[in-house]
């Protein structure tokens, strides 16, 4: 592994995303590219997933940039890893560690690089935590989503209430410091209160990072099957919006700031990796269905997990699709993922914008502007789809 930029909060660099597609079961609510009961795949994937990360590291950028970039033949230094899913720690914590390693072999990941991995509260202990803080893993991201029995329940979560504070509690003894808590809010069957524990648990819990969703109602999921047919609620956006700034007086009151729409954090806390996606960056996406972006040129890999792993283990490539973006498309997005930072984003990232509508948006008090940077005030982060279109020049 290789130096990178020394502090905490400092600009993100180039990412690594791999993809776990396993799950013990489903959760009713999710649309992610995930399957159940696929387990005896797990050893062929991974054998495939290597492969495809070396192929991928040999390539280097060139292969991966848009023609005429100027990319040049070396990689940048990786400054965060994250492996995701799906649920990754139903890989034998030997076989991510190794993951994890051969990353820091084929491509040049920092050595004070952010190195996540995504957790279902039932699936870590103390030992096979301390097998990924072996291979340098140093933040690990739990999926609470709730600490209400029948709110566990509506969300089909198989934990019990308090398996996410023994993973927190397991993750510190392993010696993993940097702990992000993932929770889901609007559930019809959560009420006030549910949403409150919540929030204090998470708080006390100590963690120094809180994802706080919103639950939506995905298409083609069990739970979307579930409202069409009468038998569960949708969730009600009014709700939503009262759990939000609730969320947000509660975290804030913990000692955590919020940083963008949905995350919160301690100083010194915040998830490099994933600013990276907002702001823009470049990040590579091994895995199947994984995404990358880089210099403009964004791809995916083919999502089905014995086909993804058929292309790698034959040497061939895994993407299923890619574009190029023009300048304005590439301008709009930084737009509008910059405005769901609270930092904004820099306007020499996203010129030329609307004049007149920053100026509408000012007197109107959606939109702040030092002169460097666009913000949005809290009142207007709800509207921030509508401020990026109001804002975003097209050719
Ligand atoms: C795909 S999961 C992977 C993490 C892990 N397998 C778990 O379930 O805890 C990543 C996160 O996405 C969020 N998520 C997934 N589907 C969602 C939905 N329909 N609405 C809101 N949040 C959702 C959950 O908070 C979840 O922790």
Do not use: K
């Amino acid at each position: 592994m290789r130096a990178g930029p020394a502090g905490p909060e400092r600009p993100a660099g180039a990412g690594l995303y791999l993809h776990v597609p396993f799950c013990r079961h489903r959760c009713g609510y999710c649309d992610f590219n995930t399957y159940a009961g696929l387990d005896e795949q797990i050893p062929r994937y991974v054998a495939a997933l290597r492969a495809d990360l070396v192929r991928v590291a040999a390539g280097g950028p060139r292969a991966v940039a848009p023609p005429g970039s100027g990319a040049g033949p070396a990689w940048p230094v990786f400054t965060s890893v994250f492996v995701g899913g799906g649920t990754p720690t139903l890989l034998p914590a030997a076989d991510l560690a190794g993951l994890v390693r051969l990353a820091g072999q084929v491509l040049p990941v920092a050595d004070d690089a952010e190195v996540t991995v995504e957790a279902n509260p039932e699936t870590v202990t103390v030992d096979s935590l301390a097998v990924l803080a072996g291979a340098g893993i140093n933040r690990v991201s739990i999926g609470a989503q709730s600490f209400a029995p029948r709110v566990l329940a509506f969300l089909d979560r198989r934990h019990d209430p308090r398996a996410p504070l023994r993973a927190v509690e397991a993750a510190r003894a392993a010696g993993i410091a940097r702990v992000s808590l993932d929770l889901v809010y609007g559930a019809p069957a959560e009420d006030d209160a549910d949403w409150r524990d919540a929030l204090d648990a998470a708080v006390g819990a100590g963690v120094g990072h809180v994802s706080a969703y919103a639950l939506t109602l995905e298409p083609g999921t069990p739970y979307a099957r579930r409202v069409r047919a009468g038998v569960q609620a949708a969730p009600d956006d009014d709700v939503q919006a009262v759990r939000m700034r609730v969320a947000d007086e509660r975290l804030a009151a913990g000692g955590l700031e919020r940083y963008e729409i949905s995350n919160w954090a301690r100083p010194g806390s915040r998830c490099r990796h994933n600013l990276t996606y907002w702001t823009g960056g470049d990040y590579l996406g091994v895995g199947a269905g994984a995404h990358g972006h880089w210099a403009g040129r964004r791809w995916w890999s083919l999502r089905s997990p014995s086909r993804y792993a058929d292309a790698a283990l034959a040497g061939d490539r895994t993407t299923a699709g890619d574009e190029v973006l023009d300048a304005a498309t590439r301008r709009t997005e930084r737009l509008m993922m910059g405005l769901r930072l609270s930092d904004g984003v820099p306007r020499e990232r996203v010129v030329p914008v609307d004049e007149d509508q920053v100026r509408l948006l000012l007197g109107a008090g959606l939109l702040d502007d030092d002169g460097t940077r666009l913000r949005l005030p809290p009142r207007a982060r709800p509207l921030a789809g509508d401020v990026t279109a109001r804002l975003a020049v097209c050719p």
